[in-house]
C-alpha cells in the first residue's frame, strides 16, 4: 500500500465543491491525513452521496450550483447544511465550511444552517487537519452516547415485553398461591411453629414467586435471533438498512461474514413494496446478506449471496418465486425459493452458539423465567443443550418437543424418552398446513 492511499477503514470525507481544482486540493491534503474522500459538485448530489454513504464529515463550498434545491447558488451550501441537520439519518455528521467568503454575515448563516466550523480560503492545512480531527472525536462520542442510549431502550423494552407476559400468563395462578400463602399463615391448614411463620412472612417486604415456567416457547430461536439483525418494528428501508450498518458496527463483522435477519414488514412502510437488493449491494460491498420477512414466507438477498447459492435470473421452482425484474434479479425471494439460499448459511459455530444461548438464559433469568418447553428441536440441538448442562454452563430447566424430522424418529423412537436433572425429551411437535391463529 502507498503511503497516501489511507486504509479502507479510515474515516470518510465527502468534499462538495464545483470547482475541480479545489476538490484535488482537498482529496490530497485528506489522503495526507490519512482520510479518505469522496466528491459531489453541486447541491443535489451532495446531498445524494450524504444520504447513501453515510460519510463520518462533511466538507461544503457555500456557492455552487444549486440545482433544484430551491435556493440562490451563492446559498447552496448552507441548504445543503440545512438539509443534512434536519434528517435523523444525517444529523449527526459535522458539517465545515471552506469557502472564498469571509463576511461575518456569511459565518452567521453558516452557524444558523448547523454549521460546526467555517474556513476561508486560502485554508491553511495544518488547521484543517486539526479541525476536521477534533470534529471527528466529537461526532465519535456522541455517537457512543447515542448507541448506549438505544441499548438500554432495548433492553428496557425487552424487560417491559416479558413482564407483561409472565403477568399476563400467570395472574390467575399467582392469584391462588397467595391466596394459599395467606390462609396457611391464617392457621385455616393447622397450626405452624414460629420458624415455619417467619418464613412465609419474613421477605423484607419484597414479593417472592417461584420460578416461571413457559409452556410453549423457542429458547434455541431466541437465542439464535441474539447473533442476528432483528427488524421487528422498522418504519422503513433506510431503517433496516441502519440496524443492519449497526450490526456491523457492534459485532465486528469483516467482509465476507453472512448477516443474517428477520422482522421486515414493508406494510408497515410509507412505500408498501417490496425493497431491491441494490442498496445491500452498495453499502456492503463483500456481506452475503439474508433477510427474512416478518413471516418467514420471503426475504430480500444481496447479490453476493445469490451468487453464492447459484441462482440465476428466470430460474424457476415448485412452490416459490425468484422475482427478476427487467431480466435482473431484484434479490426478492418467495416462499420456498427462500430454501435456494437459506440451506447454504452456515451454522453459528460451537461458541458463538453457546455465547448466545448463555446470553438468552441471562435475560430469561432476569425476569425469573427459569423452565421452558422448547419446541421444534433436532437431536443435534438436544446434544448441544446437553452438553451445555452437563458442563455447568447452561442451566435453563428444559422440557423438549422435538420437530417431525425423519432424523429425530429414527434417533429417539428406537430410545424412547431422554431425561436428565435439566431436560426432558419427551415428545414431537407435528406441523400442518395453514394457520389457526
Not at 165 to 180: C, F, G, N, Q
Not at 254 to 276: H, L, M, Y
Not at 326 to 353: E, K
Request: hydrophobic share 40%; aromatic share 6%.
Amino acid at each position: 500500500m502507498e503511503p497516501s492511499t489511507p486504509p479502507a477503514d479510515a474515516p470518510l470525507i465527502l468534499v462538495a465543491d464545483d470547482v475541480a481544482a479545489n476538490v484535488e486540493l482537498l482529496f490530497d491534503q485528506l489522503h495526507v491525513l490519512g482520510f479518505r474522500a469522496i466528491a459531489a459538485a453541486d447541491g443535489p448530489s451532495a446531498l445524494a452521496a450524504c444520504f447513501e454513504h453515510r460519510p463520518d464529515l462533511c466538507i461544503l463550498d457555500v456557492s455552487m450550483p444549486a440545482g433544484d434545491l430551491g435556493v440562490d447558488d451563492r446559498s447552496t451550501g448552507f441548504e445543503v447544511c440545512r438539509r443534512i441537520k434536519r434528517d435523523p439519518r444525517t444529523k449527526r455528521i459535522p458539517v465545515i465550511f471552506v469557502t472564498a467568503l469571509n463576511d461575518t454575515t456569511d459565518r452567521v448563516k453558516a452557524i444558523e444552517a448547523g454549521g460546526d466550523d467555517f474556513l476561508t480560503k486560502p485554508h491553511n492545512r495544518l488547521v484543517l487537519g486539526a479541525r476536521v480531527r477534533s470534529l471527528l472525536k466529537l461526532k465519535a462520542a456522541t455517537d457512543s452516547l447515542e448507541d448506549t442510549l438505544r441499548k438500554l431502550r432495548e433492553v428496557e423494552k425487552m424487560r417491559d415485553d416479558l413482564m407483561k407476559m409472565i403477568v399476563h400468563d400467570l395472574k390467575t395462578p399467582l392469584t391462588s398461591v397467595l391466596a394459599s400463602i395467606e390462609m396457611l399463615a391464617d392457621g385455616d391448614f393447622g397450626a405452624i411453629n414460629p420458624d415455619q411463620r417467619r418464613m412465609l412472612l419474613d421477605a423484607e417486604g419484597k414479593a417472592v414467586y417461584p420460578g416461571f415456567i413457559d409452556a410453549h416457547a423457542h429458547f434455541l430461536g431466541y437465542a439464535q435471533s441474539l447473533i442476528s439483525v432483528d427488524f421487528g418494528g422498522t418504519q422503513s428501508w433506510e431503517e433496516c438498512l441502519e440496524r443492519i450498518r449497526n450490526f456491523i458496527r457492534e459485532k465486528s463483522l469483516a467482509p465476507g461474514s453472512w448477516i443474517v435477519g428477520r422482522g421486515w414488514d414493508q406494510n408497515d412502510w410509507p412505500v408498501k413494496e417490496f425493497p431491491d437488493r441494490r442498496k445491500l449491494d452498495s453499502l456492503f460491498p463483500g456481506y452475503p446478506i439474508f433477510l427474512e420477512r416478518v413471516d418467514g414466507h420471503a426475504a430480500i438477498v444481496s447479490q453476493l449471496a445469490l451468487d453464492k447459492a447459484g441462482v440465476k435470473p428466470g430460474q424457476e421452482l415448485v412452490g416459490g418465486k425468484v422475482e427478476t425484474r427487467d431480466g435482473r434479479l431484484t434479490g426478492i425471494l418467495v416462499d420456498n425459493a427462500t430454501d435456494l439460499v437459506g440451506r447454504i448459511i452456515p451454522s453459528p459455530d460451537a461458541p458463538q452458539m453457546k455465547d448466545a444461548l448463555m446470553q438468552a438464559q441471562q435475560n430469561c433469568f432476569a425476569v425469573g423465567l427459569t423452565t421452558i418447553v422448547d419446541c421444534g428441536l433436532s437431536r443435534f440441538d438436544v446434544a448441544a443443550i446437553d452438553s451445555l448442562q452437563k458442563k455447568g454452563d447452561l442451566k435453563m430447566r428444559m422440557v423438549v418437543m422435538l420437530s417431525d424430522d425423519p432424523g429425530n424418529y429414527e434417533y429417539y423412537l428406537s430410545r424412547g424418552p431422554y431425561k436428565t436433572e435439566r431436560l426432558n425429551v419427551n415428545a414431537f411437535k407435528l406441523y400442518a398446513d395453514g394457520a389457526l391463529g
